[in-house]
């Protein structure tokens, strides 16, 4: 049945010939709306144009400074709607668009449009123009949602409208510099900007401004030059509206302005509240681009995390090309959120972004948005032109090989010729009980979250209302202290009898292959793991208990004494891991500054003393001599990283601590030679940070190969051991 | 309306500062340690398990399980099963109940008072002193003379003194057991009399009834307790003093078995991270492909496949190709290197690398580069043809082992002094320095000369340029090539190993001269001061690129501006929205200004002393006066830079001083090209009819 004619003279559609018609027919789909039935809603991707066939609908949203949602245009038939998506690839949706009455809705996929439009408009100037229309229409929408279209007439707000200018930017691209004469006010129609200045070459974000917020009047109204600059921290649309357009604007509307800037105002004292009301938000502060975009964050407790890797393993394993979409590296920030004060770390794997620039990149099309949200990569269509892997600003995507089914050849499994695929986190589609990484982590440590909603510094900064909070990873000590009883009344048994031998030992046995049988738990089922570790540690301390009433102190020259040495051996292992699991985290955190893997840590004693010497070339005596004398004595010191790990200092504090030594030393003096100090004092400290850091790594790693083999050893004693005892009479 | 310089990397402000990384090439993923070290546990584990089995295998413990040591050898040979002497209903046997069912209870009734006084109360048993399992001990007598020393599972052979009777067997009461009540130290204590000092034995035979004397015992006791007994007491008495007890082999017990495990599992762990480490290193052998063709290869593109993806522009080393109406392009055809990276990287097989034109500027060499037509010159890095500094880097070090294969010990120098070595190296790049490392690792006498500083050239790299690992996976011997890192970087290691080697680079010499005698290669070289030396070598590696001698400002430079200062353009993207001033305007000045005005937002500044365009192509000149006429530079005429500042540069012209506030000055007002030395050395072009060196020195303006 082809669509009715209203559909095709809808202004956007009309210069479609019949091909094209029909190819928007076979892709689109038509639909009837109860009324009030939702057409689409905020937060959904933006990949469709709808027209009205039949009925009415509303698009509504809330406009700024208020709380109930308006209705911002209602469509007719014949009228398209939900044009946002159409000039801007990969956008999201943010408003609401619902039936008014009975409606049949023509949804048409923007790709299918987008290239029908093409090929039958004819000229680039053509397409162009349709472009613009529609934008046109977008931009009168995102208008109405601000504060002062209110009051505004519509004719007013078309004559805003003509003077309107679009300006497209890609992350870290330039909207106004410092010092500039103002031009323009500009209108955040969709993505994220920061405000900062530069101050000795570095650079200070100020805050962030997002859709609906409003910038640069000030400068405009006073004709004076730009304060701050304004950099585009993702995609951003900004609408820009010339200086004489809006100033004649204002005039016309003497109040109105005042109500745009309170709002702003508002904003920005939330923000610095929330910036300088503590040290932590200051992190977060920094990339809050990345906060804001971000759908599903992993977020790894560094307070609970024992660096054990099998998140990434899980990963590994669970993918059939065995590569992992998870890299323990990445930056920390510090949050409420978080247990303790130790920070999170956000290690490189998808965040599944509202706007994808890795979708944005993507030649073939092969990245799409699922509508709950997740980014998925179509590997049939991936050409592994590592578009996507570069466009990513986190390094979440990566180029590998393309995983081959049983026996193919990698050109039958690939349609083009390469031998590679661009790979990101999947949240484990098709896997029960969610992603692997977080059902795999032994202490509970990682979760995927919406930053937005979980991490509330970032709801502070962005002006949303934090709703969840993080897991918090299950205490392991009440099991533990609960085995401990139960160990110490078994250790008052003792075996006698041939009869009590056989029955103690048993019950010894079966409780060695229970806490063997956690590595298989481990490895091949992945369910949500802390609870069996927690099992593993109670049944541990009560075959202690076992094992001391079956066998007692003697160690006989046989296989039993064998059998009881390497039991007592992976215990002790095992007891030193839980230990270091329980306290060593929280230690490595506080002298770490990002996210490291052991191998990571082997080259950079090297990169430290290069990135010295390269602090060092071209600066003043007094900062040479500060160096050879307080400095790398105290980097170097041999019993440092010790003093290091004593005085409980986060690498921060340490710093502040020598900074202030240095200071008492030079009494002041040199003053003015001294810059570029804080930058030498950083890497002293990292330095003096950098053994320890080893060790504690391998002390939480280092354990876990012993008590590994010893558990194998134990297995194999423990079949001799039963097969000589009831074999002997 | 446009938005302040488009793409602008740098200013991607407090964003990530490893953007620039990624706009050359896209992460690979890796197989990190936490993925990879499960699979090692899981080695480890298996090894530790294998080894546990062996270690069962091959020592079998003596002792059985549940018993807490082995049996007493006349049991063992007895085949005692376990239940006759423990009952399976009760706990510990009742002794001497147990031991009197063979061995006859009264009979073997201690004759000490105060021993039979502890058994009536119960608190001494046989077991006491002769211990079933472990510490039982005792000599056994064959009829042939020989005996058997046995102790807890192990046993020594030997042939009494004595003839004594077969068959008996004595058990022996170690010290240790009587240590239970006794002081053995104490003289006092009756032991002290039974045990000679220092001796583990007790050699007291007196303990029971005699056997001499009439006993009721049944005849399995009469054959062992006959008259010789004291013949057998006095034999094994002998026998305990002279051999000690036989010790237990070590390694066998309990220790042993899981020793044997930890070890073969810690084994199996450093073996695996050994090989994944050796594995890692052995990349694919991109040495085949490395020297250049002979043909010069370009990239063909089919423009109705191309789908645009830029895979192709991020390769390329050397902006070859750019992407122009949503197809990729072939723009600077004169750059290209013929490394197929472009075509590797082809998503769908548009581009492939095709061969063309013979390439006339090659040098004629061989497969060791060494020249065909002066044998004992060697050339490495740029000018073999492969500008790259990972290949100059491995070219230095393989030349150099060419050099010295071809040089045999006694053609060698015996006495090296400053004026005669068997190598000098020409250049300080990083072909010089691999090269000069080599030689120094293969203890040739060397000498390496430079004319201005090392790796001058990599200086002139702008600041922070990331040093890219783009050629392949090309394998990189030597410690000179660092992955990843940024030019100070590479520069800091490599200013570290001349020093820390102390390589013999002697920087300011340039050379000028080469001339042979018989084998002999005289090279002559000048300092700054116009000095003058002469050094004999037999071997020359030419490593001196392609920059040649630049001229350089006669005006002085401030040490922190000298940085900034660079006499080639070695990567243009970098130098994006920076203001950037050309000095010169020939040739090799104007197609830099081309290259530099293309990138987004860099305001480039020429100066020159001339008063209008005087030299240079046609189609040079037309594109710099097109840039001119749109404002993409400036040029200022009849000017010369007076000072390079830290943070200005001060021009002199007609219109008088001006200050220009410039972050790169890029000093190209000609030179002596490299080509002059390398023909001095006898080294020929492939294509003797093209004189390529006189077309490359017109190129280059003379003077301004």
Known sequence: ???????????????????????????????????????????????????????????????????????????????????????????????????????????????????????????????????????????RDVLRTLAFARHVDDRELDALLDATEHVDLARGQLLFREGEKATHVYFVADGMLQIQTEDLGKIRVRAYVVRGDVLGDVEVGTGGAREVSAVASGAAWVLAIPRTAFLGFARRHPGLMDGIRRVAEEREEAQHAAAGAMLTTRHIFKDLYRMQVARSLLVIDEGACVRCGHCAWSCASSHDDGVSRLVRRGDKIVTLAASGDDPLLVPSSCQHCDNPACMIDCPTGAIGRDPRGEVFIREDLCTGCGNCAKGCPWDNIQMAPRARAKGATVAERTPGRTRDVAVKCDLCKGRDGGPACVSSCPTGAIARVNPEEAIPEVGAALGVRTRTILPRARAAWPAVAGAVPVAAALTLHRSTTRASYLVSGGVAAALLLALAAYAIVKRVVQPRLRVWLIAHYALGVVTMGAIVAHAGARVPPNVAGALQLAFWGTAISGIFGGIVYRALPSRLSRVERKGALPEDLAPQQRQLDERTFVELTGKSEVLKTVWSRILRPYARATLGPAALLMSGRTLGGEQRHVRARIEGVLGGRGNEKLQGLDALVRLAVERRALPLQRVLQAALRAWMPMHVALTAIVLVLLVAHVWLATRYR | MKPDAPGTPKELATL????????????????????????????????????????????????????????????????????????????????????????????????????RALAAKGELGCITCHPAHGDARGVTFASDGSYVLWSSGVESRGNAAHATPGGATVPLVPVAVCAKCHDAQDPRDPLASCTAPGAAISTCFDEHQRADQTTPAGNRCAAQHGPARFVAWESAREIAQAAPAPVRASGAGPLGIVGAGLGASSLALVAATALRRRRRRAAPDAEAKLPAGARLRLPQIDP???????????????????????????????????????????????????????????????????????????????????????????????????????????????????????????????????ASLRARELGLSYVTLEQGTVASSVKSFPRSKLVFDQPLDLPVEGELWLKESTKEELLAQWTRIVRARKLAVREGRRVDAVTREGKTLIVSSIDATGGRETIRAARLVLAIGKRGTPKTLACPIAAAAEGKVAYSLADARSFAGQRVLVVGLGDTA??????????????????????????????????????LARGAVRILFESHVSRIGADAVTLEGPRGREDLRIDAVFVLIGGVPSWDLVQQAGVKMTIQALDITSEISKSAPPTI
């Open chain 1, 1 to 139: 049945m082809s669509w009715p004619e209203i559909v095709w003279s809808a202004a956007a559609l009309r210069p479609l010939d019949a091909r094209a018609r029909s190819e928007i027919e076979a892709a689109g789909t038509l639909k009837t709306f109860a009324r009030g039935e939702r057409v689409f809603a905020a937060g959904q991707p933006a990949d469709a144009l709808f027209v009205v066939a039949a009925g009415r609908v509303g698009v509504r949203a809330v406009r700024r400074g208020e709380v109930d949602a308006t209705v911002l245009r209602e469509i007719a038939e014949g009228e398209t709607f939900g044009e946002e998506g159409s000039f801007r690839p990969g956008g999201t949706r943010h408003m609401d668009a619902s039936a008014l009455a009975e409606s049949r809705v023509a949804e048409i996929p923007l790709g299918v449009f987008r290239r029908a439009l093409e090929r039958g408009a004819g000229s680039a100037e053509l397409v162009l123009r349709h472009e613009r229309a529609l934008r046109r229409t977008a931009t």
């Open chain 2, 16 to 115: 990530d500062a490893a953007a620039a990384r990624r706009a050359r090439t896209a992460p690979r993923a890796v197989a990190t340690s936490d993925v990879t070290r499960v699979r090692d546990m899981a080695i480890a584990a298996g090894a530790g398990a294998i080894a546990a089995i062996g270690a069962l295998v091959l020592v079998p413990s003596g002792a059985p399980e549940a018993s807490p040591g082995p049996l007493a050898r006349p049991h063992a040979q007895a085949k005692l099963p376990c239940t006759a002497c423990h009952s399976d209903k009760e706990g510990a046997p009742a002794p001497r109940a147990a031991c009197g069912g063979c061995h006859g209870g009264p009979a073997h009734a201690s004759l000490r008072a105060g021993h």
């Open chain 2, 304 to 434: 109705t496949t191309c789908i645009g993806c830029y895979a192709c522009v991020d390769a390329c080393p050397f902006d070859v190709i750019e992407i122009e109406r949503y197809v990729a392009k072939v723009v600077r055809p004169s750059d290209c290197c013929g490394v197929v990276l472009c075509e590797q990287v082809c998503p769908n097989g548009s581009l492939v690398i095709a061969e063309g034109e013979p390439i006339a500027t090659r040098l004629n060499l061989d497969d060791r580069l060494e020249s065909r037509d002066a044998p004992g010159v060697f050339v490495a890095g740029d000018l073999s043809g492969l500008p790259l500094i990972k290949n100059a880097i491995v070219q230095g070090r393989r030349v150099v082992e060419h050099v010295a294969a071809s040089l045999p010990a006694k053609e060698r120098v015996k006495s090296p002094s400053a004026t005669e070595v068997d190598l000098v190296i020409v250049g300080a790049g990083p072909a010089g320095i691999s």
């Open chain 2, 590 to 627: 104007m197609e830099a200004a081309i290259a530099l005005a293309r990138q987004p937002g860099t305001a480039v500044t020429i100066a020159y002393r001339g008063a209008a365009f005087q030299r240079g192509k046609a189609r040079n000149v037309a594109e710099v006066k097109r840039l």
